[in-house]
């Protein structure tokens, strides 16, 4: 196994906590969301239509 390395920056220190049936499990937070998404692809399949069936919205006046 290799040496621990403790984390070097306040924002290493954060964590998620959620459970899993009885059990705890806590995550790292790591980086931020849009450097995470900054790192994706585009999407290779085709999404759905999603508004392919729905009434066209009413009129609204402001």
């Known amino acids: ?25 806590t995550e790292p937070i790591r980086g931020n969301l849009l450097a995470v998404l900054a790192t994706l692809g585009p999407i290779a399949e085709e999404l759905p239509d999603v508004d392919l ?10």
């Open 1 to 25: 196994m290799g040496r621990f390395t403790p984390p070097q920056k306040p924002s290493d220190h954060r964590a998620r906590l959620a459970r899993d049936s009885d059990h705890p499990v």
């Open 53 to 62: 069936g729905l009434l066209p919205p009413d009129d609204v006046d402001l």
